[in-house]
Nanobody, 121 residues
Framework: QVQLVESGGGLVQPGGSLRLSCTASGSIFSINIMGWYRQTPGKQREVVAAITSGGITNYADSVKGRFSISRDNAKNTAYLQMNGLKPEDTDVYYC???????????????WGQGTQVTVSS
């Protein structure tokens, strides 16, 4: 069974920084894309940043220049470094992984449980 576990959320003042981590564990044959999404209650979940197994990255316009996504393929872990945080970055952040549990499986979408990020003075 595959699990994605996030850590690193919390409360930070405007202009501050946080680093989120997401580790995939369980039966994992291969991981393609890992990404971070965020969601405000009542609104659609939106992509924040994503990274392929080859290191190609993509960012939402609202976080470009402030957030940086990276991954350690050997550890099945993705990171989101968030600098220059703003109150509007307050949300629940979810880790997403597109992976194959075994060589016989197709690609599947998995989600973490979410971690709260609050930016407030």
């Amino acid at each position: 069974q595959v699990q994605l576990v996030e850590s690193g959320g919390g409360l930070v003042q405007p202009g501050g920084s946080l680093r989120l981590s997401c580790t995939a564990s369980g039966s994992i044959f291969s991981i393609n894309i890992m990404g971070w999404y965020r969601q405000t209650p009542g609104k659609q979940r939106e992509v924040v940043a994503a990274i392929t197994s080859g290191g190609i990255t993509n960012y939402a316009d609202s976080v470009k220049g402030r957030f940086s996504i990276s991954r350690d393929n050997a550890k099945n872990t993705a990171y989101l470094q968030m600098n220059g945080l703003k109150p509007e970055d307050t949300d629940v952040y979810y880790c997403n992984g597109v992976l194959r549990p075994t060589a016989m499986d197709a690609w599947h979408n998995y989600w973490g449980q979410g971690t709260q990020v609050t930016v407030s003075s």
